[in-house]
């Protein structure tokens, strides 16, 4: 037997000796390096080979291999029991009481606007109209133009908006520029359908008014479409929203979009008709503008005028909201104060 098979022998029994004592990740290293890193006895006779004697090179090579295998092994089997031991004292470390109550989850709520629209989705999924959603950053062309408004019509003023660094690109200040959208999209199927959304508007904050606020905007378009089908229609969703027994009003007003344009009002619902302060003593509230949709529109959304026809409406959300739930200033839905948020 050679010299260094012994040696080798020796080497291996030397380190799994010394790797009972090894009981954690950093002695292990040190370990590794004593036994198997670039400086041990078995790396050193690995890079010996070649100067090796041609008899004596499959002998000490037997060796060698046996010592590295015996010594990784001895490692892995080491390595495994660390691994074992850590998870334990972890398992113990941090015990888990499985028998105390979990933590509630907090649940959110509804905000109030998304209540009211979600009642106005209903009531108009029931008549069969579909939610089309539009953009809110829009083109002064669908704000304004397409709405037979064409460029420096003083009827612009009603609607001032927020105009952006980019040429003809605005916020908008209604959902009606909604409507030639669906109508270029849809022409020349029949249109029924409800365009909810924000809406912005060059404004002074006040209890009563934002520049943010949500509106929700009605289209029917189609052959023989009248006045009627629009009061009827306006009528059951004014019953399903205020009571069954509620009266409404249509007045004769002006938009440039539609033609003849009304205003809808319903009776206070606070007094009962009789005046008071949230109607101003009126009687009545408005709730939306309305109207048969105007000759140009049509032709702007791909409609010939003397075959179809179509009605549509606007309702801001934010202020009916305010009535239904008593609240006394419009700036409280978009505060975030949870204080407020909760009561929902
Ligand atoms: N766009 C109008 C506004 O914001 C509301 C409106 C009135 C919409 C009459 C309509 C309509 O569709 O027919 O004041």
Same mark, same amino acid.
């Given at each position: 037997m050679l010299e260094i098979e012994g040696k080798l022998q020796a080497e291996l029994a030397r380190g799994i000796e010394a790797l009972q004592t090894?009981? /954690?990740?950093?002695?292990?290293?040190?370990?590794?390096?004593?036994?198997?890193?670039?400086?041990?006895? %078995?790396? @050193? %006779? &690995? !890079?010996?080979? !070649?100067?090796? *004697?041609?008899?004596?090179? $499959?002998?000490?090579?037997? *060796?060698? /291999? @046996?010592?590295? *295998?015996?010594?990784?092994? =001895?490692? =892995?089997?080491?390595?495994?029991?660390?691994? =074992? =031991?850590?998870?334990?004292?972890?398992?113990?470390?941090?015990?888990?009481? %499985?028998?105390? $109550?979990?933590?509630? $989850?907090?649940?959110?709520?509804? #905000? $109030?606007? #998304?209540?009211?629209?979600? @009642?106005? &989705?209903?009531?108009? !999924?029931?008549?069969?109209f579909q939610i089309y959603r539009s953009p809110e950053v829009e083109t002064d062309d669908y704000n304004f133009t397409f709405l037979n408004m064409p460029p420096y019509h003083p009827a612009r003023d009603m609607w001032d908006t927020f105009y952006t660094d980019k040429e003809g690109v605005v916020l908008r200040t209604h959902t009606s520029p909604g409507q030639v959208r669906v109508m270029r999209e849809r022409a020349p199927e029949n249109i029924r359908v409800i365009l909810p959304g924000t809406t912005m508007r060059y404004e002074q904050l006040t209890a009563r008014s934002e520049i943010?606020?949500?509106?929700?905007?009605?289209?029917? %378009?189609?052959?023989?479409?009248?006045?009627?089908?629009?009061?009827?229609?306006l009528n059951d969703f004014a019953r399903r929203t205020f009571g069954e027994n509620a009266r409404t009003r249509l007045r004769p007003s002006f938009f440039p979009f539609t033609e003849p344009s009304a205003e809808m009002d319903v009776e206070c619902f606070v007094c009962g008709g009789e005046g008071c302060g949230v109607c101003k003593g009126t009687g009545w509230l408005e709730i939306l503008g309305c109207g048969m949709v105007h000759p140009t529109v049509l032709r702007y959304g791909g409609y010939d005028p003397e075959v179809y026809s179509g009605f549509a409406a606007g309702m801001g959300i934010d202020r009916s909201t305010l009535m239904r739930y008593h609240i006394d200033d419009i700036r409280h839905f978009r505060n975030n104060d949870i204080r407020f948020l909760e009561q929902f």
């Open positions: 090894v009981a /954690n990740a950093e002695s292990l290293e040190a370990w590794k390096q004593e036994f198997l890193g670039k400086k041990s006895l %078995v790396m @050193q %006779v &690995y !890079g010996s080979m !070649g100067k090796l *004697a041609k008899e004596e090179r $499959p002998i000490i090579g037997k *060796a060698v /291999n @046996q010592a590295k *295998a015996g010594l990784e092994a =001895a490692l =892995a089997e080491k390595e495994e029991g660390i691994k =074992a =031991a850590s998870q334990q004292e972890a398992f113990t470390k941090e015990t888990l009481d %499985v028998t105390l $109550p979990g933590r509630k $989850p907090r649940r959110g709520r509804i #905000h $109030p606007l #998304h209540l009211t629209l979600r @009642q106005i &989705y209903r009531i108009f !999924g029931d008549m069969g943010e606020f949500i509106q929700v905007e009605l289209l029917v %378009v189609g052959k023989g479409i009248t006045f009627a089908d629009m009061r009827g229609t």
